[in-house]
């Protein structure tokens, strides 16, 4: 059955009321390799895993929460669960020097339909700062703390309040079957993209 990619995903959820912190137990499952058909690359994917810098071919984790204010919300990973990477799976991955010991997590607010919503999202791996071998997040807690609105933290961004929907152009793409897909620069400027380098791509299943 084909399946289809959508330059903007829907997506489960999640609402943090008002208290000061929350927490949501997580699991990254399904964790494999697949292969990029245009060009016969394997790469590490997961369920609900999502490509937000080809250069390093890592897939992020990335998940929505909604909110009922206004208010900035720092996000830490607590209880995390690793295992290590085998010699196949390193072997998918062009530059293990991209490896941090800790993992750096990137917040965004922003606010669709009236609804104030923060995107956290991460590559799940890092290099064990003890043995220096490469690891694969498996499950963690994600903690939502809420903080001053004018105090910065590291990864946090303030978007202005609007959906993204709201402006910029969307393409659909339709695909034959699950798997990752490589659209070069070139194929994206045939299609009338003038700014390959500012494309964004959400999936929706």
């Keep these: 059955m084909n399946k289809k990619i959508l330059i903007l995903t829907g997506l489960i959820f999640i609402f943090i009321n008002k208290a000061d912190s929350q927490s949501f137990n997580k699991e990254i499952t399904n964790f494999k390799k697949v292969i990029n ?7 590490l994917t997961f369920d609900k895993a999502q490509y937000l810098d080809f250069s390093t071919k890592l897939p992020y984790f990335s998940d929505f929460i909604s909110i009922t204010n206004d208010k900035n919300y720092k996000i830490e990973l607590k209880n995390k669960t690793f295992i290590a990477l085998n010699d196949n799976e390193i072997k998918c991955i062009p530059n293990t020097n991209f490896f941090d010991t800790k993992i750096n997590i990137e917040v965004k607010k922003f606010k669709a339909r009236n609804i104030y919503k923060i995107n956290y999202s991460f590559i799940p791996f890092r290099k064990n700062s003890t043995n220096g071998k490469l690891e694969r997040l498996v499950s963690f807690t994600a903690v939502f703390k809420e903080i001053a609105k004018n ?55």
């Design 151 to 205: 105090k910065d933290f590291t990864g946090n961004k303030d978007y202005k309040a609007k959906s993204v929907l709201a402006s910029g152009t969307w393409y659909k793409l339709k695909i034959p079957q699950s798997g990752v897909y490589k659209l070069t620069f070139d194929e994206l400027k045939k299609i009338g993209i003038n700014s390959p380098e500012n494309v964004r791509v959400f999936g929706n299943s």
């Design 37 to 43: 058909y245009s060009d016969s690359t394997e790469y």
